[in-house]
T-cell receptor
Framework: NAGVTQTPKFQVLKTGQSMTLQCAQD?????MYWYRQDPGMGLRLIYY???????DKGEVPNGYNVSRLNKREFSLRLESAAPSQTSVYFC?????????????FGNGTRLTVT | KNQVEQSPQSLIILEGKNCTLQ??????????LRWYKQDTGRGPVSLTI?????NTKSNGRYTATLDADTKQSSLHITASQLSDSASYIC????????????FGTGTRLTVIP
């Protein structure tokens, strides 16, 4: 039982390049999320998917797109990377949107945009 | 404005000592408060959840308290171990809304031998 798996672990991009961050969970969770974590700031929600086939914007969606490929997988795409997108990206899942369900996080993708 | 503030930002303690981390919030209407532990290079892991009616909850050497009247929570770590070195993040959940989680910036705890 791997939980939430993110790939790649590290990535360096040049400004303007594109890439897709992959996330998969094996806990049969309905809800999945993408967060970014920057020094001195709390985790900020980029996009989330309450269930297969639905996605919604979070607090900081600009410059990103997502795809909920199936119940297990939720990918995050940067179409044209900018230095401001240098961050650590975390994917998370939860059993449902109920307020007592904890988030299960992956171990992050460390992205540097030069 | 819904906010979660944690203090101190960082803390260094000797192995075996106790410590207390603080979380103050202005999130309303409140649903629950959760503490997460984040080891370096890893994702956060849930330690404990506090709902409105709970004052104290323990998870091994971790004890969380909640005062819903003053909107304060604390995480007390007893007999610290080197493996307790991590960031501890306070997360408050709103009762309503789609984006209903509010994250603190965390307290970085370092336990030294």
């Amino acid at each position: 039982n791997a939980g939430v798996t993110q790939t790649p672990k590290f990535q360096v991009l040049k400004t303007g390049q594109s890439m897709t961050l992959q996330c998969a969970q094996d806990m049969n969770h309905n809800s999945m999320y993408w967060y970014r974590q920057d020094p001195g700031m709390g985790l900020r929600l980029i996009y989330y998917s309450a269930s297969e086939g639905t996605t919604d914007k979070g607090e900081v969606p600009n410059g990103y797109n997502v795809s909920r490929l199936n119940k297990r997988e939720f990918s995050l795409r940067l179409e044209s990377a900018a230095p401001s997108q240098t961050s650590v990206y975390f994917c998370a899942s939860s059993g449902d949107r109920s307020y007592n369900s904890p988030l299960h996080f992956g171990n992050g993708t460390r992205l540097t945009v030069t | 404005k819904n906010q979660v503030e944690q203090s101190p930002q960082s803390l260094i303690i000797l192995e075996g000592k106790n410590c207390t981390l603080q979380c103050n919030y202005t999130v309303s209407p409140f649903s629950n408060l959760r503490w997460y532990k984040q080891d370096t290079g890893r994702g956060p892991v849930s330690l404990t959840i506090m709902t409105f009616s709970e004052n104290t909850k323990s998870n091994g050497r971790y004890t969380a308290t909640l005062d819903a009247d003053t909107k304060q929570s604390s995480l007390h770590i007893t007999a610290s171990q080197l493996s307790d070195s991590a960031s501890y993040i306070c997360v408050v959940t709103l009762q309503t809304g789609a984006n209903n989680l509010f994250f603190g910036t965390g307290t970085r705890l370092t336990v030294i031998p």
